[in-house]
């Protein structure tokens, strides 16, 4: 006899399923009621305290920046002030969006726009390079000079952080360049390097031969830092004095790379700034959308600036007709003779979030909508590496590490622990902290001094961490690659001198990586990124403080004894 199909009914007349149903349906009423009645008959305390959870949860969910108990911004920051048309404001909307998108995306042109790259800081590398002989070969040279500040200090060659830009401009483009030789103008493709130099000069070479393609700009101030190039592909250089100079304090210039003038001057002896050091080492970031350029200084001013430019290729006439900056200031809890105020290393930004690591042991996160803080986090001493950030599944995360002050933490020619962290870049939080253990010397900081490089391809598990004064001796350093995941060491290359400059990463067409690492000793090392191998090695004769960058397989770094390199990977 066949089972029947007649569901099953008890003396109400509802089937089992529904029944089923019905009691899952009561039981959750059950306990939202439960929940609803603790949650408003909760004292004060754990009310917030849900509350908070409830809001974290959902700025997770959404991707959306916020602060915890230890992140945030008033354990750090004691004052924000919003200068708008030369007023205070209580409140700031800005009229965008905001949204800086993906890192590949940021320079419309071939080639590095800016510090590291792009707005994560992730990439001193373009295209790829076929390494088989794995070899290092100088292919030309460039002599540089020296500049003389009003207090005797003479700045010589290429410094920290020192990355040269490259722009491989189109032939149209040229068309339009009354600054650039003929030839450059002419030739079917021109890759050319952009080198801002401490001799107060810009100098303008073709990557593959070195052959100047424009003669050196002069614009009369030491320049420390990389500068930036415009990412619409428009021939403007942004770039910030690194010291005062006969022309006067440090400031921000804007230059026409069409017709080599200064359009546009800021930030000079700015009298809103809390700290009187008006120098801009960071490498700014340019929003595309809002025609604004933003510019942190190591006066603790933040400048957003609308520079309404125009531009027509065919010409090659640029125009700007700036508006008033739009400032920020701060002050930190700790500021005073140490821990200052103002913000060297260069700026990341994350959609509309603006990262910022200072002089005064302060990362912070701010909504560039808003100019509000989201959180901060301590991070122990003056900080001078970039940070670079990275998105894992869809989550975006901070690598930073610190100096070491001499006097701050501990006196000179002593030793003090340098942490390498990775950090929440939502809420500020630490996920992992890797030590080491740095000496340091007045003006020749230990700790790390370059910026972190991110393996990608065949390297993406692995994070490069340029160390300074560590081990057994005080002039030491080490390379180490660490775990993104874990932060534990898988491998280091130990060198005798140590290293402020920033190590490359690059790839050959199948993804196999490999590294760029120069010291302050003068050598520049290729390395197995995998195992830290070392394939080659080359003695540049001089101290290389500067970041290199690279357009396939031409490295381009200069050192401090006034030359520029141009060197073959094959």
């Given at each position: ?8 009914k008890?003396?109400l ?13 009561g ?66 909307t ?12 940021y ?30 070969n ?24 020192g ?86 304090p440090?400031r921000?210039?804007?230059v026409?790379?069409s017709d ?40 603790g ?14 010409t ?37 979030y ?18 509000k ?8 001493d003056?900080?001078?590496c ?42 500020g939080?630490?996920?992992?902290q ?21 393996g ?32 534990e060491?898988?491998w ?8 402020w ?13 490999y ?43 200069g ?12």
């Amino acid at each position: 006899m066949k089972a029947s199909k007649t569901p099953v009914k008890y003396n109400l007349g509802i089937p089992v399923s529904k029944l089923v149903q019905y009691i899952i349906f009561g039981i959750l009423c059950i306990v939202l009621l439960v929940v609803e009645i603790r949650y408003h008959h909760a004292k004060p305390g754990e009310a917030a305290i849900a509350r908070e959870e409830a809001e974290q949860a959902e700025a997770v969910k959404s991707f959306e920046a916020y602060s915890t108990a230890q992140t945030a911004p008033e354990n750090f920051i004691s004052e924000q002030t919003v200068i708008v048309n030369g007023e205070a404001v209580e409140e700031y909307t800005s009229p965008y969006k905001m949204d800086f998108g993906r890192p590949e995306d940021y320079f419309a042109l071939p080639g590095i726009a800016a510090f590291r790259g792009n707005n994560y800081r992730n990439g001193a590398s373009y295209g790829t390079a076929n390494v088989e002989a794995g070899e290092a070969n100088i292919v030309w040279e460039k002599e540089t000079s020296a500049l003389q500040a009003p207090d005797g200090n003479v700045w010589t060659g290429s410094g920290w952080t020192g990355q040269p830009l490259i722009a491989q401009w189109t032939l149209e483009q040229r068309q339009g360049f009354s600054y650039m030789y003929d030839w450059a103008k002419n030739q079917e493709t021109l890759t050319e390097v952009i080198y801002a130099t401490m001799d107060g000069y810009v100098y303008f070479l073709e990557l593959e031969t070195g052959k100047a393609t424009r003669d050196p700009l002069f614009l009369g101030f030491t320049f420390k830092g990389a500068g930036s190039l415009d990412p619409r592909g428009w021939p403007i250089l942004y770039v910030g004095a690194g010291y005062a100079s006969d022309r006067g304090p440090g400031r921000v210039l804007v230059v026409n790379l069409s017709d080599g003038t200064i359009m546009y001057e800021f930030g000079a002896g700015d009298g809103f700034a809390f700290r009187n050091w008006s120098t801009y080492d960071a490498s700014a970031l340019y929003y595309a959308e809002g025609d604004s350029l933003i510019y942190p200084g190591e006066n603790g001013i933040l400048y957003i600036v609308q520079l309404n430019t125009t531009y027509d290729p065919a010409t090659g006439v640029v125009g700007i007709y700036p508006d008033e900056p739009i400032r920020w200031r701060y002050n930190g809890v700790r500021t005073g003779d140490k821990f200052w105020v103002g913000v060297e290393a260069s700026p990341v930004i994350w959609t509309h979030y603006l990262y910022m690591a200072d002089n005064g042991g302060n990362l912070m996160c701010m909504d560039l909508r808003t100019l509000k803080l989201v959180w901060a986090q301590d991070v122990l001493d003056d900080t001078n590496c970039t940070p670079v950030l990275e998105c894992e599944d869809d989550h975006p995360y901070l690598y930073i590490s610190t100096s070491f002050h001499a006097g701050w933490r501990a006196a000179e020619n002593s030793t003090a622990t340098i942490p390498v962290w990775k950090i929440d870049a939502l809420s500020g939080e630490i996920v992992w902290q890797h030590d080491y253990t740095c000496y340091t010397q007045s003006g020749v900081s230990g700790g790390v001094q370059g910026t972190m490089a991110l393996g990608k391809n065949d390297l993406k598990d692995l994070v490069f961490v340029p160390v300074s004064r560590c081990g057994d001796q005080a002039s030491a350093g080490v390379l180490a690659a660490l775990n993104k995941k874990t932060g534990e060491t898988v491998w280091e290359f130990p060198t005798v001198i140590y290293s402020w400059s920033s190590p490359v990463d690059f790839y050959d067409e199948n993804g196999k990586g490999y590294l760029i690492y120069c010291t302050s000793g003068g050598f520049l090392y290729l390395l197995d990124g995998a195992t830290g191998e070392k394939l080659a090695g080359i003695d540049l004769d001089g101290n290389i403080e500067a970041s290199a960058a690279m357009f396939n397989d031409m490295v381009i770094v200069g050192h401090r004894s006034q030359k520029i390199f141009g060197i073959q990977i094959s």
